[in-house]
């Protein structure tokens, strides 16, 4: 039986998240079956991260067991075209060790959230970014992050179905930036709530707009209280981008 690694690129819209679900096609779902078709032994797939219906990811870490012998290229090769149309593309794949496991053995993952700051509408980036016609004020928003950055209790931030035993979490990095009409919002963590980070976002939003003043997001944090959320933000512009091990 050998272990390999894949780092794996999708378009979430499609999808109902990473994980399978009874209801609808899932990222998992549609990698399974096609390894499934490549090899006929139907192996399991586990992830660093579990991403939310309509959620992207520009580098997820995936890996599945298989015992028959096939070298990562033929196997990468094999996925991919078993895949099309599907939105989804293996990156790369490697044989890793046995005990390696891509959501046990991470120790940080990485999102980035993409805001488009115009009037106009979205003709190419629909569905891949969120749009906010009034002008934002990146530097208020970046100085309101700060607030979020540590060890706390997310329970404002923190979806009333999440699954974890304690809202407590740290938060190693929430930057804001500016690129042009793109504001960009990166976080970093050992893991995440659920949706912690479009909570996160969508507060600071409402700080760029001059809804909130940069207070606003340390009293929402100390309250505890998810009825005190301002605003989650859509999936369209949530991106998983990196998993460090």
Known sequence: MTRFRLTVEYDGRPFMGWQRQAHGPSVQQAIEEAADTATGEAPTLFAAGRTDA???ALAMTAHLDIAKPITPFRLMEALNGLLKPQPVAILACEIVADDWHARFSCVGRDYLYRIVNRRAPLALEAGRAW????????????????????????????????QAESPIKS????D????????????????FLHHQVRSM????GLV??????VDDMRSALEARD?????????A?????????Y
């Open 201 to 204: 976002v969508g507060c600071l």
């Open 131 to 162: 749009r906010i016609a009034r002008p934002l004020d990146v530097d208020a928003m970046h100085q309101a992050a700060q607030a979020l950055v540590g060890r706390h209790d997310f329970t404002t931030f923190r979806s009333a179905h999440c």
């Open 236 to 244: 369209d512009g949530l991106y998983f981008t990196s998993a460090r």
């Open 171 to 174: 938060l190693d990095r929430l």
């Open 176 to 191: 804001v930036r500016r690129d042009g009409d793109a504001v960009l919002i990166e976080a970093a963590a050992r893991s």
């Open 226 to 234: 998810r009825t005190k959320l301002g605003l989650n933000a859509p």
């Open 208 to 213: 760029g707009q001059g809804h909130w003043a």
């Open 54 to 56: 309509g959620v992207h």
